[in-house]
């Protein structure tokens, strides 16, 4: 099986307030993304570091309901390490568990 890159750059910055909704949808695609692309690598960070920690929060609000499905990394210092609570990381990974 041939090796895809597939590379998607989104940048939405808005202060209405519907950022859990949109990160609702952002979630629904990534989950549909992996059906088609299981060993795939998904890594986002926000537009500030404010924004990030806001996506930190929301993956531990949800912890139980992703770790069964997904090995999830956090950058800091330098290096990916698993996530874990109380880190201020500057980018977030996801691979799908096998």
Not at 5 to 34: H, P
Not at 85 to 93: E, F, G, M, R, V
Request: glycine fraction near 4%; proline fraction near 2%.
């Amino acid at each position: 099986m041939k090796a895809v890159n597939l590379v998607a750059d989104f940048e939405a910055l808005s202060a209405n307030g519907d950022v859990f909704f949109t990160l609702n949808t952002v979630t629904l695609c990534i989950l549909v993304f992996f059906e088609s692309h299981p060993k795939a690598k998904v890594f986002f960070k926000g537009a500030s570091e404010k924004r990030t920690r806001v996506y930190s929060k929301l993956i531990l609000r949800n912890w139980n309901k992703l770790v069964p499905r997904f090995a999830i990394f956090g950058y800091l210092d330098g290096r990916w390490m698993n996530f874990a609570q109380d880190q201020n990381y500057s980018a977030i990974l996801f691979t799908q568990n096998t």
